[in-house]
């Protein structure tokens, strides 16, 4: 029996370690993704690129991939209507923020956000959807 005990400890060891950590809200993060969206919703796509982190704007090399990017394959941040942040939290050492978005059809659409601090101030390092829905159905 002790080493079953142990043999499932040794095997739910990396499940603990991989275990999420809720974080308080972090306005400044908040912030960051609010203005890189309010940036897309005036295709100020110059603007957007600067929130950006250095290997997503080396990933797509100008403002202007990066803006098509978006349009085509974040359509919900292109054009976002109703944002909410829900939670924060750390995901291997990065803060991780879920933002909540009712886009301008009335579709639900849930994504993760990975942030990274660089000098001092948050840049988002990659956009994860997580789900899309109709309200209301």
């Given at each position: 029996?002790?080493?079953?005990i142990?043999a499932?400890?040794?095997?739910?060891?990396?499940?603990?370690?991989?275990?999420?950590?809720?974080?308080?809200?972090?306005?400044?993060?908040?912030?960051?993704?609010?203005?890189?969206?309010?940036?897309?919703?005036?295709?100020?796509?110059?603007?957007a690129?600067?929130?950006?982190?250095?290997?997503?704007?080396?990933?797509?090399?100008?403002?202007?991939?990066?803006?098509?990017?978006?349009?085509?394959?974040y359509?919900?941040?292109?054009?976002?209507?109703?944002?909410?942040?829900?939670?924060?939290?750390?995901?291997?050492?990065?803060?991780?923020?879920?933002?909540?978005?009712?886009?301008?059809?009335?579709?639900?659409?849930?994504?993760?956000?990975?942030?990274?601090?660089?000098?001092?101030?948050?840049?988002?390092?990659?956009?994860?959807?997580?789900?899309?829905?109709?309200?209301?159905?």
């Open positions: 029996m002790p080493r079953l142990f499932l400890v040794l095997l739910l060891l990396p499940l603990a370690a991989t275990a999420q950590e809720r974080l308080p809200d972090n306005p400044a993060i908040q912030q960051v993704i609010q203005n890189q969206m309010d940036a897309f919703a005036t295709r100020n796509v110059f603007t690129w600067t929130y950006a982190s250095p290997t997503i704007q080396q990933l797509f090399g100008s403002p202007l991939y990066f803006g098509a990017m978006v349009e085509q394959g359509p919900m941040v292109w054009t976002p209507g109703e944002v909410s942040f829900l939670s924060l939290r750390d995901e291997g050492g990065r803060p991780v923020q879920q933002v909540q978005i009712v886009d301008s059809t009335g579709r639900l659409h849930i994504l993760d956000y990975e942030m990274v601090e660089i000098d001092g101030n948050w840049r988002i390092a990659g956009v994860t959807i997580l789900r899309g829905q109709s309200l209301g159905a």
